[in-house]
């Protein structure tokens, strides 16, 4: 039944931003097919649709329902981040942007084959973001963010050093 409101919750939203109109002509909601896509063409797909790239440490993390009418509400996520390094933009230590999706009491709320990004406290992260109506958002889903882990980025298997090269040659 969680899954059907969920469902229901981002029709809405998608058919809401539409009526409603945007300067922005993206959605956070909407993502570019990566499958069989070269990483090289991913990350220049990620970096033309970012205003803001960065390295950063989640500091916060705050999952809640949302309601966008009277009948629907959809979990959202905000993220307070420590910005290690601004690659693209500059965004402040303390910068807020917002996830479909979330944990609320232990229990993740995703959505099937869509834009939830899960967050969690302390997480080192690469993070494409742009702006959206109702705040800054990862650019296709989950493609917008690359965990750190011990100094590697996500499934790249690069430094995070070689990483942000590959991300500095593509913004020049």
Not at 69 to 74: G, K, T, V
Not at 90 to 113: A, K
């Amino acid at each position: 039944m969680r899954k059907i409101l969920l469902l229901f919750s981002i029709l809405f939203f998608i058919t809401f931003l539409a009526c409603t109109g945007s300067s922005t002509s993206q959605s956070p909601i909407t993502s570019e097919p990566v499958a069989g896509v070269s990483s090289g063409d991913q990350l220049a797909t990620l970096e033309k649709s970012s205003k803001y790239i960065c390295h950063a440490r989640i500091t916060k993390v705050s999952s809640r329902y949302e309601r966008y009418d009277i009948q629907s509400a959809l979990v959202m996520s905000r993220i307070t981040l420590d910005i290690l390094e601004n690659w693209k933009g500059n965004l402040i230590p303390g910068t807020e942007i917002r996830s479909f999706g979330g944990i609320i009491d232990g229990i993740p709320y995703e959505i099937s084959d869509g834009p939830s990004v899960l967050f969690q406290e302390n997480e080192e992260v690469v993070l494409f973001l742009n702006d959206f109506p109702g705040g800054i958002f990862p650019v296709l889903g989950q493609s917008g963010k690359y965990p750190v882990t011990n100094g590697v980025v996500g499934s790249t298997g690069d430094s995070l050093e070689k990483f942000s090269e590959k991300i500095k040659a593509l913004i020049q």
